[in-house]
């Protein structure tokens, strides 16, 4: 499964903005979803993780009490929701599928398959 993050642009501090994964052709099957960021100089992080029935559900540091994650397996699509966004937000957004959560969460250099990012900018 490859997936594509859409849905990033430019926004004001203190705004909102919701990412929208999707397959490239095909569907999700029975595979959990995490969110990544990476900002330039910095290493890929962590931003939130979502196994595939949607009822389990984590969150990287900076993203929580902010930012919320989703998905409607019927339209295989996964959305991140993102709220009060600060200037550290600023990076590119991936998201990546793996049929073990557990590799989402804890081990996400394992993963394979990593699609076109897409930016966000949160102006001061």
């Known amino acids: 499964v490859q997936l594509q993050a859409s849905g990033g642009g430019l926004v004001q501090a203190g705004g909102s903005l919701r990412l929208s994964c999707a397959t490239v052709g095909g569907t999700f099957g029975r595979v959990a979803v995490g969110w990544f960021r990476q900002a330039p100089g910095k290493e890929r992080e962590f931003v939130a993780g979502?196994?595939?029935?949607?009822?389990?559900?984590s969150y990287g540091d900076s993203a929580k009490g902010r930012f919320a994650v989703s998905r409607d397996n019927d339209r295989s699509t996964v959305n991140l929701q993102m709220s009060s966004l600060e200037p550290d937000d600023t990076a590119v957004y991936y998201c990546a599928p793996d049929e073990n959560y557990n590799t989402i969460v804890r081990r996400p250099t394992r993963i394979h398959s990593w699609g076109q990012g897409t930016q966000v900018t949160v102006s001061s």
């Open positions: 979502i196994n595939w029935t949607g009822g389990v559900r």
